[in-house]
Nanobody, 124 residues
């Protein structure tokens, strides 16, 4: 059974930094896409950053230059380093993945497995 567990969220002041972690388990395939999505209150969920096939990496335009996604394949974990945080980054951040080939990692409807999310609150 695939499980994704996020951690690292919390309150932070504007301009601050946080590092989110996502630990995946319950699968053995090396072919998968995985990434981060977020949903702010009253807004639709959106892709933030993700790893696709063949070294593909996606960043939403709103986070380019501020967020960095990384991974540790041995630990089946991904991370999201978030710098220069803004109030508009406030959201619940979810880790999601799809095992197999063919899915675009930034397409939330293609993701089969989701974590429960971790809340990031950026405010004074």
């Amino acid at each position: 059974q695939v499980q994704l567990v996020e951690s690292g969220g919390g309150p932070v002041q504007p301009g601050g930094s946080l590092r989110l972690s996502c630990a995946a388990s319950g699968f053995s395939s090396d072919e998968y896409v995985i990434g981060w999505f977020r949903q702010a209150p009253g807004k639709e969920r959106e892709a933030v950053s993700c790893f696709g096939h063949g070294g593909y990496t996606f960043y939403a335009q709103s986070v380019k230059g501020r967020f960095t996604i990384s991974r540790d394949n041995a630990k089946k974990s991904i991370y999201l380093q978030m710098n220069s945080l803004k109030p508009e980054d406030t959201a619940t951040y979810y880790c999601a993945m799809m095992i197999g080939v063919g899915a675009w990692c930034a397409n939330e409807y293609a993701m089969a497995y989701w974590g429960k999310g971790t809340l990031v609150t950026v405010s004074l």
